[in-house]
């Protein structure tokens, strides 16, 4: 999965989504969703490197089924709010 983190004082935003759907365009209704490569695309990371980032994480922006699955697995995202956005899984978190 890609990881870009954005930093901003103390607040951090994780932005991560699976290979696979980097780049693409999805259609909700009458929007369109971009997984734009200059928002989404840093590095190819692990599962660990990924758990580590979302922990550190104030707000994520999540994109595809491999990386909602690991942030479902290590508790950091309820199953509950994945969206589904043209068949690509989409959640989001804020820490307040």
């Known amino acids: 999965m890609y990881l870009k983190t954005y930093k901003n004082g103390d607040q951090v935003l994780v932005a991560a ?14 929007a369109v969703v971009e997984i734009s490569r200059a928002f989404y695309e840093g590095e190819c990371v692990s599962e660990e490197k990924f758990q580590k980032a979302l922990e550190e994480a104030t707000t994520a922006n999540l994109f595809g089924g ?7 697995k ?23």
């Open 17 to 30: 989504c699976d290979e696979e759907v980097l780049g693409k365009s999805l259609k909700h209704g009458k």
């Open 66 to 72: 491999k990386t909602i699955s690991c942030a479902i």
């Open 74 to 96: 290590y508790g950091l995202i309820d199953p509950d709010s994945v969206i589904i956005i043209d068949g690509v899984p989409h959640a989001q978190f804020f820490r307040v």
